[in-house]
């Protein structure tokens, strides 16, 4: 079974800094996806990033970027330039690939979440 | 949000009483998921289901049952409610052309 943790309970970033969350995975697959999603205060999941194991070249989308060590099982997110809007809950999130078939193609394993506080 | 309406939003509810949460979708995805979201453990899966009357277990089925009679609606149902399972609940779909998870608002259910 795939697992990811998330070693950082909560961070904090200064407005307009850079800040990194970390997240570590376990997978026997070599084929799978990796995400990044943001939860605001109104609870609503937001898919901020998302990395294809076979892509070598890290996932980018505007501010928020991604580090991705796939030999050694690591799935980071930068945020640069940061907001106060940006101040949430940040889950790592794995998901198989297509190609490993079974019924279970889709579920996906969260990390235990990152609290971001964003100061001005 | 891929057309994913939960109900309800919050509930609170005994101890050893039934309890169901819809999941509805309005856009005709196979793919229909369940998790619940708990300090310090992220969301995890409850059970999903990957067509109509085809359903299996995730990794905290213990004390739950779902249902699909038709595709745009999955039921949770907790036969006899614990305070344990008081937490966030989120439907997730997997969209039939992107491939990606949109979720539910989640439902807030407190046992008392």
């Known amino acids: 079974a795939q697992t990811v943790t998330q070693s950082q309970p909560e961070m904090s970033v200064q407005e307009a800094e850079t800040v990194t969350l970390s997240c570590t995975y376990d997978t026997s697959e070599s084929d799978y996806y990796l995400f990044w999603y943001k939860q605001p205060p109104s609870r609503q999941m937001i898919l901020v990033i998302r990395q294809e194991a076979y892509k070598q070249q890290n996932a980018t989308e505007n501010r928020f970027s991604v580090n991705f060590q796939k030999a050694a099982k690591s799935f980071s997110l930068k945020i640069s330039d940061s907001q106060l809007g940006d101040a949430a809950m940040y889950f790592c999130?794995?998901?198989?690939?297509?190609?490993?078939?079974?019924?279970?193609?889709?579920?996906?394993?969260f990390g235990q979440g990152t609290i971001l506080t964003v100061h001005p | 949000d891929a057309g994913i309406t939960q109900s309800p939003r919050h509930k609170v509810t005994e101890t050893g009483t039934p309890v169901t949460l819809r999941c509805h979708q309005t856009e005709n995805h196979r793919y229909m998921y369940w998790y619940r979201q708990d300090p310090g453990h992220g969301l995890r899966l409850i059970h999903y289901s990957y067509g109509v009357k085809d359903t299996d277990k995730g990794e905290v089925s213990d004390g739950y049952s779902v249902s699909r009679s038709k595709t745009e609606d999955f039921l949770l149902t907790l036969e006899s409610a614990t305070s344990s399972q008081t937490s966030v609940y989120f439907c997730a779909i997997k969209h039939r052309v992107s491939t990606e998870a949109f979720f539910g608002q989640g439902t807030r259910l407190t046992v008392v």
């Open positions: 999130a794995y998901r198989n690939h297509p190609n490993a078939g079974g019924t279970s193609y889709g579920k996906l394993t």
